[in-house]
């Protein structure tokens, strides 16, 4: 996908643009001398190529899925978990001894 940008320069930049580059080619011309210092290729690679490791990607799912029931257990452990569990199912210090 391409992106349209206007871009203010010095008259004597573009006079220099359009005779040395050529009419219709600035854009082309402009691009290929910035695309190096913005764009890291070799990034976009190499997430493409770690995309492929199944093994990698499947061991990824797994710690993320652990990661997402850690943090709902955190619900049940904070003090609105606590009060939420005393009303649903009576004191926990009876049952384990503390409320942690």
Same mark, same amino acid.
């Given at each position: ?17 359009? $005779?040395?580059?050529?009419? @219709?080619?600035?854009? @082309? ?15 976009? /690679?190499?997430? /493409?190529?770690? /995309?492929?490791?199944?093994? $990698? ?8 899925? /652990? ?9 049940? @452990? ?23």
């Amino acid at each position: 996908m391409t992106k349209k940008l206007t871009i203010t320069l010095d008259e004597a930049v573009y006079e220099g643009l359009y $005779r040395v580059v050529g009419p @219709r080619r600035i854009s @082309r011309f402009i691009e290929q001398l910035v695309r190096p210092h913005v764009i890291d290729e070799d990034l976009e /690679a190499a997430y /493409a190529e770690m /995309a492929q490791d199944e093994e $990698r990607e499947t061991e990824a799912l797994e710690w993320s899925d /652990a990661l997402i029931n850690d943090v709902s257990d955190e619900t049940r @452990r904070s003090l609105v978990g606590q009060f939420r569990s005393i009303r649903r199912w009576g004191n926990p210090e009876e049952a384990s001894g503390d409320l942690s």
